[in-house]
RNA sequence: GCUGACGUAGCUCAAUUGGCAGAGCACCUGAUUUGUAAUCAGGCGGUUGCGAGUUCGAUUCUCGCCGUCAGCUCCA
């Protein structure tokens, strides 16, 4: 024990002490005000809190509130804190996990009865007694048999008590009343915990495990500041404010119906804004792709090729054929297997390589009832789908411009892309030969684009590396949308190839790329990333046109026709209603321009413009120049000033 | 699929311990002709998700089905 360990702090001194000395004696000696405000230190980076006896020397950090990793302490503990509430009110609770999660923390339960928001609240209310009483998180290290009685009452610990190794250290956390099997690390006592509120309760299998038993978990989460806990709570509800469900309801863009569960009915207003957007895919991918059409409904032998017979079929909907009384056919969950057919149906010349072979085709995919949410997770959607057959050779310069194409849309909507490059899992197909190749190339043509990139190793697809583009929308929330596979496998089953300059026959290598996921949950993102405050382009109604009184109807009536004729989608509003009451119309549908048109207007062939979210602040224009901005916006595919709230 | 909550008019929501199912908005009709976020009056609108059961009587209690929502990965 008289080994001594060296300590070497960020400005470069160092401390050689005693191994098994606690941390708070070091962070101690550097100064006492350093340890008032120490939640816990790192070890060559590992966190630990102030109690632990340090065992191994290295780079020493002190971590106060202002570092990230110290509030995950925090919420760990937080996670021990509701743990200590809820035995007090239901001592029959069998303990689960509780550790910190990316916005917060939760901890699992065993309990005959469900909570209930009652309970919730309750728990809420004695876990600020536990802070309160400022118990210290007491680190202690048994042996396993003391663990065992430690834990006698509680199966679940007991589990995790056995799976751990003999040489791991076995330790416990005991806050006043409550015993926790944990690792660590903790803040020094309960009443660091001030800023924090149980947000939801439901079930979750024990292990992650459907074959276990389920357990009831509560969501929560904790901040060092009031503010921030605020801001946190705050953006749940603008997140809440913003669900397409809610807003694609009231700007009566689609309707969903439990005889077609998991299935989307556009309105005329949201066709409008899906078929938009597939128009400027079409503008972008006009010169160097093929858009093809393929059917549907398939027999199983093409999934039995393509392998999704035997590992996918659990999502395929099937469908009975009437001669055979067989499930023999099935709608399709993906496009690659089609296009391959179409692919393989004609002789293909190098010079004809990159082929590229693009689809809006529906899919179906027969997603578990508890899976489906909106139209972020659906059954039935449709693919920016593409698939390209080229050589190796031309992989690098395919991926580049791919990136870029896809960045490029994403910018257009004013989103941020976080590219992850994806390489090798341990379950592949191909020689390591191969994967170096495509992973050689993957990484040269993400270089050239200069854009930063996360590196997610072992994260490939079992075909091939891939880059996914991971999105963050207005209110920070990320969502992964594009992708592009490489994909070696499928062109040897579907027997693909293409004749070379040298006249023999050889293997393509196949690009899949998707840009916006589905059209369907780019339309939830686009919605909630907009809250409905559409750019101009994409509006399904991008002007109102409001006559003030019926002697101008005819006026307003040729306004209307004249911004049709130029292309703009508009609406006259010839209700007979107070101005007032359709100027709120407009603005409730958040309707980007509407043309105000009374007697001065109509004589003088101007409209009084009002601007969506710009209140009483009015221009008079004249409707040629009107008609010209619109037109310009469109063309432009403009971003609203500012994303409206 | 599993756990829990929920399902009342087109929408948002009411309806005391089981006792005639309501309101606002929307829609229709009429009046009003409006200068920038809801004009007034009248009217239409429901097998309370579907199907059983208990009961004199069910929106309410029980069971089954359908659907919606949250969660079921973030390793003591």
């Known amino acids: 024990m008289s080994e001594t360990i060296r300590l070497v702090l960020p400005n470069g001194d160092a401390r050689e002490v005693a191994a098994g000395t606690p941390a708070r004696e070091v962070v101690a000696s550097i100064g006492p005000g350093l340890l008032k405000a120490a939640i816990a230190v790192a070890v060559d980076g590992e966190v630990l809190d102030l109690t632990t006896p340090l065992r191994a020397g290295g780079a020493f950090v002190v971590l106060k509130e202002s ?288 082929l590229r072979y693009n689809t809006y085709d529906v899919l179906h995919r027969n997603e578990v009832s508890g899976a489906l949410s909106g139209l972020t997770r659906v059954r039935q959607f449709q693919q920016d789908d593409c698939h390209i057959y080229l050589m190796e050779s031309q992989i690098a310069d395919e991926v580049e411009r791919l990136v870029r194409f896809i960045t490029g849309y994403y910018d257009t909507f004013g989103l941020t892309a976080t590219l992850k490059f994806a390489t090798r899992p341990k379950e592949r197909v191909g020689s390591d030969a191969m994967w170096d190749r495509a992973e050689a190339g993957l990484k040269a043509a993400l270089d050239r684009t200069g854009r930063p990139y996360q590196l997610k190793e072992g994260d490939g697809a079992f075909y091939g590396p891939k880059i996914d583009f991971d999105v963050t929308d207005s209110i920070g929330r990320s969502w992964q949308l594009g992708t592009i596979q490489l994909d070696y496998s499928q062109p040897e089953r579907f027997d693909l190839w293409y004749t070379g300059e040298d006249n023999t026959q050889h293997r393509p290598v196949l690009i899949h790329r998707a840009v916006s996921g589905s059209l369907e949950r780019f339309m939830a993102i686009l919605i909630e990333h907009f809250a409905g405050a559409f750019p101009v382009w994409l509006a399904p109604e991008q002007v109102r046109v409001i006559p003030i009184a019926d002697e101008v109807m005819d006026n307003a009536r040729d306004v209307t026709a004249r911004l049709k004729a130029a292309g703009v989608r508009a609406v006259l509003d010839d209700r007979n209603e107070t101005l007032n009451y359709r100027v709120r119309d407009g603005e409730t549908m958040k309707v980007p321009y509407m043309a105000v048109i009374g007697k001065r207007e109509a004589e003088s062939g101007t409209l009084a413009l009002r601007e969506r979210g710009q209140g009483k602040k009015q221009d008079v224009i004249a409707v040629e120049a009107f008609i010209e901005r619109v037109r310009s916006e469109i063309r432009t595919r403009a971003l609203p000033a500012q994303a409206t709230s």
């Open 67 to 354: 570092d990230p990793r110290s509030l995950a302490v925090l919420r760990h503990s937080g996670a021990h804190i509701l743990a200590t509430a809820v035995r007090r009110l239901r001592p029959d609770a069998k303990i689960g996990f509780g550790p910190a999660i990316a916005d917060g923390f939760y901890y699992d339960f065993e309990v005959a009865q469900p909570f209930t928001p009652d309970d919730l609240a309750a728990f809420e209310v004695e876990m600020a007694k536990v802070a309160a009483e400022k118990y210290p998180f007491v680190r202690a290290e048994i042996s396993r048999a003391e663990g065992e009685k430690v834990f006698a009452d509680d199966p679940l610990k007991l589990e995790r008590l056995a799976e751990l190794g003999a040489d791991e250290v076995i330790s416990t956390y005991t806050d006043g009343p409550f015993t926790d099997l944990c690792r660590g690390p903790h803040v020094p006592d309960t009443s660091y915990l001030k800023n924090f509120k149980l947000l939801s309760t439901a079930g979750a299998y024990w292990r992650g495990d459907e074959k276990r038993q389920m357990l009831q978990r509560i969501y929560a989460t904790a901040f060092w500041k009031k503010e921030e806990l605020d801001k946190h709570l705050h953006q749940l509800e603008e997140a809440r404010r913003r669900d397409h469900r809610v807003v694609g309801k009231q700007l009566d863009l689609f309707m969903m119906h439990h005889f077609a569960p998991g299935a989307v009915f556009w309105t005329d207003r949201g066709s409008t804004m899906v078929k938009t957007l597939m128009e400027f895919l079409r503008e972008l991918q006009r010169d160097d792709y093929k858009e093809i059409m393929t059917p549907l409904l398939y027999n199983k032998g093409l999934w039995q090729i393509s392998g999704h017979w035997d590992v996918y079929r659990e999502n395929m909907f099937l469908v009975l054929d009437n001669e055979t009384q067989e499930h023999d056919f099935s709608l399709k969950p993906m496009n690659c297997p089609s296009h391959h057919l179409m692919y393989a149906a004609k002789k293909h010349s190098y010079r004809d390589l990159p």
